[in-house]
């Protein structure tokens, strides 16, 4: 009995596979790209400082929540982040919404789920709700110790 070796992907066969897949996720990176944009036009400086309380764990969720939706660069998160503080709003929902901003991606599950798969998708974005929640809070707490 021969056995049939496999031979490995020429260059042009990886090149060929790679763009049929980009083709293929185009639809949906178009539509992440454009709901990002929607969102950033859409939900102003203002409109986030409104749903602030200086109640900690709800500012916190809030803080989280709103994070979570309005995607974006982590620079600009910083930014607003310095905004909402000179607004009055608490540390709790400005420290919850940065890091939330940065690890929850509502608006790119769709190309997430697609990519990485829906299980793992649903997993990283739990434990980024959590985490984000709870790091906020212990944040600010230990801030108020060490200050």
């Known amino acids: 009995m021969s056995e049939r070796r496999r031979r490995p992907a020429t260059y042009r066969q990886a090149l060929k596979r ?5 083709v293929a996720m185009m639809p949906t990176v178009l539509g992440v790209v454009g709901l990002v944009g929607i969102f950033q036009v859409f939900i102003t400086k203002e409109m986030l400082a409104s749903l602030f ?4 764990i709800r500012d916190t969720v809030v803080g989280t929540l709103a994070g979570g939706i309005a995607v974006g660069n982590a620079l600009v998160s910083y930014i607003l ?6 607004q009055g ?3 709790y929902a ?3 919404f940065v890091l939330a901003w940065v690890t929850l991606g ?3 599950l769709p190309l997430e789920a697609q990519m990485l798969g829906v299980r793992f998708t649903i997993a990283r ?3 980024a709700l959590i985490f984000t929640m709870l790091t906020a809070i ?3 707490q230990t801030l108020g110790v060490l200050g």
């Not at 790679?18 to 980009?22: E, F, I, K």
């Not at 309380?53 to 900690?56: H, I, L, N, Q, Y």
């Open 94 to 96: 400005v420290t919850a």
């Open 18 to 22: 790679a763009a049929l897949s980009l």
């Open 125 to 127: 974005n739990l434990l």
């Open 106 to 108: 509502v608006v790119q």
């Open 138 to 140: 212990l944040t600010v």
């Open 89 to 91: 709003v608490s540390l």
């Open 81 to 86: 982040g310095g905004k909402l503080l000179e």
């Open 53 to 56: 309380t200086k109640e900690p």
